[in-house]
C-alpha cells in the first residue's frame, strides 16, 4: 500500500506558476512509476505528465508540453509538477498516481496505476 499526499495547489492568474508536490509513503520510492492527472468539472480525468521509477523518463500531453515539468527526488519520496505559463483551461483538481515495481516504465493512463492521491486544486484566473 502506498500512501500519496499532493499539496501546493492554489488560485493563481494567467500567466503565473505552481508546483504542486506529492509525498509518498513508499520506502522504495525509486521503483515506483508515478504520474499526474487532472480532472475538470463535467469533465473526465486526463492524463498530464508521467514519469518512471529512477526519473530519468518522462511523458508528457501535448497540452502542457512545454509549460509543465515533472520531475522526482527518491532521496525525498516526493514527486513535483512545476506548472509554469499557466492557463484558465489548466484549472482542475489535480492527482498524483503510483505504480510500485516499475523502476523503467513510464505509464500514461490511468488503469495502469494502483494507487491515488486525494487530488489538490489549482484554479488558473483569467
Known amino acids: 500500500q502506498v500512501h500519496l499526499v499532493e499539496s501546493g495547489g492554489g488560485l493563481v492568474q494567467t500567466g503565473g506558476s505552481l508546483r504542486l508536490s506529492c509525498s509518498a509513503s513508499e520506502r522504495t520510492f525509486s521503483s515506483v512509476a508515478m504520474g499526474w492527472f487532472r480532472q475538470a468539472p463535467e469533465k473526465e480525468r486526463e492524463f498530464v505528465a508521467a514519469?518512471?521509477?529512477?526519473?530519468?523518463?518522462?511523458n508528457y500531453a501535448d497540452s502542457v508540453k512545454g509549460r509543465f515539468t515533472i520531475s522526482k527526488d527518491n532521496r525525498k519520496n516526493t514527486l513535483y509538477l512545476q506548472m509554469n505559463s499557466l492557463k484558465p483551461e489548466d484549472t482542475a483538481v489535480y492527482y498524483c498516481?503510483?505504480?510500485?515495481?516499475?523502476?523503467?516504465?513510464?505509464?500514461?493512463?490511468?488503469?495502469?496505476?494502483?494507487?491515488w492521491g486525494q487530488g489538490t486544486q489549482v484554479t488558473v484566473s483569467s
Open positions: 498516481a503510483a505504480k510500485t515495481f516499475h523502476l523503467n516504465v513510464v505509464i500514461t493512463t490511468a488503469t495502469g496505476y494502483d494507487f
Open positions: 514519469i518512471n521509477g529512477i526519473g530519468v523518463s518522462t
